[in-house]
């Protein structure tokens, strides 16, 4: 009767335990793992190696009104591949003005868009390539890097000046 009771118990604790997890995980922060370069310095800036790849907390309190401030780190699922899931930083938001690459034009942010850009420009497919994103596609801001160790910290909301080469 003792060990049907102690699984019992252990069993009842691993699903509340698993049902917190997954409610916190839903609404309001989880990990995401990061791979690429495209927002080196700031992340991954040892390249693409599984051992160097940056962990970092997303926070969702911010979807609630859509509350975004220009340089925060976002993630989002693509414009092309709802599957996929990108990381950014936000460089014009609705009624912004932007320069649009390659040309003299610019373009105004539409409302409920945001324009996104990684910090590394060489090797970033960003706004610069498929334009203002809805801001509905964003899934969180992300708000400090949790791994490795040693890069424990909050990301800042301005992009790396002098960013070097890679």
């Not at 160097?52 to 976002?74: A, I, P």
């Not at 868009?113 to 992300?142: K, T």
Request: net charge neutral; charged share 15%; hydrophobic share 35%.
């Amino acid at each position: 009767m003792g060990t049907q009771n102690i699984l019992w118990n252990t069993t009842k604790n691993f699903f509340t335990g698993s049902l917190i997890a997954i409610t916190i995980s839903d609404r309001y922060a989880n990990v995401v793992s990061l791979k690429g370069v495209s927002m080196a310095p700031t992340f991954n800036p040892h390249g693409d190696g599984l051992l160097t790849r940056d962990r970092v907390l997303m926070e969702k309190l911010c979807l609630g009104k859509y509350e975004f401030s220009q340089g925060d780190v976002v993630v989002f699922r693509s414009p092309s591949n709802h599957q996929e899931k990108h990381l950014k930083r936000i460089t014009a938001l609705p009624g912004d003005w932007i320069g649009t690459p390659h040309s003299y034009d610019a373009v105004i942010i539409p409302e409920g868009h945001c324009w996104v850009e990684g910090d590394n420009a060489a090797s970033s497919f960003d706004s610069r390539s498929y334009g203002p994103i809805p801001l509905g596609l964003i899934c969180g801001r992300v708000t400090h890097i949790i791994w490795p160790p040693q890069r424990i910290g909050t990301v800042e909301r301005s992009p790396p000046q002098n960013i070097p080469p890679l």
